[in-house]
């Protein structure tokens, strides 16, 4: 699937020269002029990287990366910053941007740093995930919490593969059930909380921190 990027950009010709330089890279690329829309949209599609420019309408760039961060989403976000202004760069790092680039960029630069963005933010493929004390073996498919095993359906499993593997990342109900049961799944529309429900169970009885946790009106997360 090719990465997702959603770009947030009030000036039209700036955006649509970003957009078809990211088309021609292969990336699915979408384009929003409006801060307050833009940041919708970016709760519902959960892309793979966030682009914002400087001047945006409805709601500041710098507000964005804020309301994003409290909900401590880690999607990579790049800001692009006025010229020779200090100050909005130091700004954006501050409120949660990954990285910033100074207008009028070079576009290979401007390439060169999406890419490594998304690398930086690729999931973790090993055979053994780990997060806290919550073990998970892909080649046994045996999981461990606080040393012991811990037993689960092959569902089970496979959801806290899929949360494991995007750990500290919001993930839409569309993800998962996409991930996890498949575009052509038909079953109950609520088939997800109560899969949630079922790993809430096994895995909480051991401690009084919850692992996985609901944000509302976009999903579900898997932190400390």
Request: hydrophobic residues 40%.
């Amino acid at each position: 699937m090719r990465p997702q990027i959603l770009i947030i950009e009030p000036n039209l010709k700036i955006a649509q020269v970003i957009e078809m330089e990211l088309t021609c890279e292969g990336y699915q690329v979408n384009v929003m002029q409006d801060g307050m829309e833009g940041l919708l949209e970016t709760r519902r599609s959960n892309p793979n990287l966030l682009i914002l420019g400087w001047e945006l309408t409805g709601v500041s760039c710098l507000d964005i990366c804020q309301r994003l961060r409290l909900t401590h989403s880690s999607l990579p976000i790049l800001v692009l910053t006025r010229k020779d202004q200090v100050c909005d760069r130091i700004a954006s790092l501050e409120a949660g941007a990954d990285s910033c680039l100074t207008q009028p960029f070079n576009l290979g630069e401007f390439v060169a740093t999406v890419r490594a963005l998304l690398r930086r933010a690729q999931p973790n493929n090993s055979e053994v995930l780990e997060f806290k004390n919550l073990v998970l073996d892909r080649r046994t498919r045996e999981v461990h919490h606080n040393s012991q095993q811990i037993e689960l359906t092959a569902k089970e499993f496979d959801l806290l593969e899929y949360l494991m593997t995007h750990a500290k990342r919001v993930l839409s109900r569309e993800q998962i059930l996409q991930n996890v049961w498949g575009y052509d799944f038909l079953g109950d529309s609520n088939i997800i909380e109560v899969y949630i429900r079922y790993l809430r169970l096994k895995l909480e009885d051991h401690q009084t921190n919850r692992l996985i946790h609901t944000v509302r009106g976009v999903g579900y997360v898997l932190r400390s």
